[in-house]
């Protein structure tokens, strides 16, 4: 089983920055595909960025391409998602996925598969 831990998240005014992170096993971490996702209340969730651990292989949505930078950090199992000129739009809860399948590896970010390790979450509100 892996296991995925988030922090990073917190309030902000909308035009600031954070960065999350998520540390993952080292089961999990290596050859895996790593993604973040969000879910804003009332919405459905959605693919953020992904990467490919072994490759580095990065895929973003449209809607953070240019704001947000998805990378890794191999001695330290952890994937960091940098987040610039948030948006109160931005503001959910984010979520570090691990598939082996790398369902999500594309532009598309598709949903991850049934077997995929999820984080507990960590949550970002953007105020304008």
């Known amino acids: 089983q892996g296991q995925l831990v988030e922090s990073g998240g917190g309030s902000v005014q909308a035009g600031g920055s954070l960065r999350l992170s998520c540390l993952a096993s080292t089961y999990t971490y290596s050859g895996n595909c790593l993604a973040w996702f969000r879910q804003a209340p009332g919405k459905k969730r959605e693919g953020v960025a992904s990467?490919?651990?072994?490759?580095?292989?990065?895929y973003y949505a449209a809607a953070v391409k240019g704001r947000f930078t998805i990378s890794r950090d191999n001695a330290k199992n952890t994937v960091y998602l940098q987040m610039n000129s948030l948006k109160p739009e931005d503001t959910a809860m984010y979520y570090c996925?691990?598939?082996?399948?790398?369902?999500?590896?594309?532009?598309?970010?598709?949903?991850?598969?049934?077997?995929?390790?999820w984080g507990q979450g960590t949550q970002v509100i953007v105020s304008s």
């Open positions: 990467i490919m651990i072994s490759k580095n292989i990065i």
């Open positions: 996925v691990a598939d082996r399948s790398c369902a999500f590896l594309g532009p598309g970010l598709n949903p991850p598969s049934v077997s995929a390790d």
